[in-house]
């Protein structure tokens, strides 16, 4: 059982930067393979980024590719999202999730057993 915490949103207006946080509990964090998703108001979870265990291999939806970066520190327990160039399309709760099953398929949402609640990030002027 892992507990996931994100932290990190906010307002931010467009062409800005984040960087969202998921903290999780646990001494199996490094087992993980870890995920972001997100949701836009009236539309389904969606993937956005993942990294694997050792953040060798990382996964990036093409609406995100080039301006956002996954990045975990297992000492830390921790995985990162860096958003830079922020649009108004990318305003959403953002959520991470791991998967301790080893699948290759980290765009995939059922791959993940694990979820947080959630931040929220707004782009707006």
């Known amino acids: 059982q892992v507990q996931l915490v994100e932290s990190g949103g906010g307002l931010v207006q467009p062409g800005g930067s984040l960087r969202l946080s998921c903290a999780a509990s646990g001494r199996t964090f490094r087992t993980y393979d870890m995920g972001w998703f997100r949701r836009a108001p009236g539309k389904d979870r969606e993937f956005v980024a993942a990294?694997?265990?050792?953040?060798?291999?990382?996964v990036y939806a093409d609406s995100v590719k080039g301006r956002f970066t996954i990045s975990r520190d297992n000492a830390k327990n921790t995985v990162y999202l860096q958003m830079n160039s922020l649009k108004p399309e990318d305003t959403a709760d953002y959520y991470c999730?791991?998967?301790?099953?080893?699948?290759?398929?980290?765009?995939?949402?059922?791959?993940?057993?694990?979820w947080g609640q959630g931040t929220q990030v707004t782009v707006s002027s």
């Open positions: 999730a791991a998967d301790p099953s080893g699948s290759p398929y980290l765009s995939i949402r059922r791959t993940y057993n694990y």
């Open positions: 990294v694997s265990t050792s953040g060798g291999r990382t």
